[in-house]
């Protein structure tokens, strides 16, 4: 079946650096899609990706989907420590009925 | 968020006991979900519901059944709960398949003792 990827599973950020975090796919995929769970939290919907190459920003957060559609990166600028959390990325099953989340990224950041 | 509320939020149960959580939605939208959620494992989906009655198996369905008889409420139950099945659950709803991001509850904390 469909596998999504993420790198790296964790991350330790300097307050104020920036970081990427990558997420590949087992398979094309229609769109990619982002989610933010806070430590404690839910997680929280950010944003979609449908084009080939498309690049998405978000105040300091930057989405890419790569151009053949198998891999989407996030890059945090100049990270601050309400960015703390766990990233995933998802992408849909071949079938279309529902989402692959990858593993996530947590983001711990260091003061 | 609003229009998503799940209950309990936390549960501590015996092995061998049944429990049912319940995910219910004032959004109206067609689409639910249930998924786990234990470390090193990211977001498991268990079962989903494409409408009242209709629902379908997720990659960790063993042990766990779903009904829907309305489109707000979509149980989740543990016919016999067992302790691999702590976990904290998360349900989420979509207006479309996946065509859209999902909204999550706040999620139910599960012990099984």
């Known amino acids: 079946g469909q596998q999504v990827m993420q790198i790296p599973q964790y991350q330790h950020v300097q307050e104020g650096e920036d970081f990427t975090t990558y997420c590949n796919s087992s398979?094309?995929?229609?769109?990619i899609q982002w989610y933010k769970q806070r430590p404690g939290g839910h997680p929280v919907f950010l944003i979609q990706?449908?084009?080939?190459?498309e690049v998405k920003k978000q105040k300091r957060l930057t989405f890419q989907f790569g151009e053949a559609k198998k891999n989407s990166s996030l890059h945090i600028t100049a990270t601050q420590t309400t960015d703390v959390g766990t990233y995933f990325c998802?992408?849909?099953?071949?079938?279309?009925?529902?989402?692959?989340f990858g593993g996530g990224t947590r983001v711990l950041v260091k003061p | 968020d609003a229009g998503i509320t799940q209950s309990p939020r936390h549960k501590v149960t015996e092995t061998g006991t049944p429990v049912t959580l319940r995910c219910h939605q004032t959004?109206?939208?067609?689409?639910m979900y249930w998924y786990r959620q234990d470390p090193g494992h990211g977001l498991r989906l268990i079962h989903y519901?494409?409408?009242?009655?209709?629902?379908d198996k997720g990659e960790v369905s063993d042990g766990y059944s779903v009904s829907r008889s309305k489109t707000e409420d979509f149980l989740l139950t543990l016919e016999s709960a067992t302790s691999s099945q702590t976990s904290v659950y998360f349900c989420?709803?979509?207006?479309?398949?996946?065509?859209?991001?999902?909204?999550f509850g706040s999620g139910t904390r599960l012990t099984v003792v």
């Open positions: 998802a992408g849909p099953e071949a079938a279309g009925n529902k989402l692959t």
């Open positions: 959004e109206n939208h067609r689409y």
């Open positions: 989420a709803i979509s207006e479309s398949k996946v065509k859209e991001g999902y909204t």
């Open positions: 398979t094309t995929l229609s769109n």
């Open positions: 519901s494409y409408g009242v009655k209709d629902t």
């Open positions: 990706l449908v084009k080939s190459g």
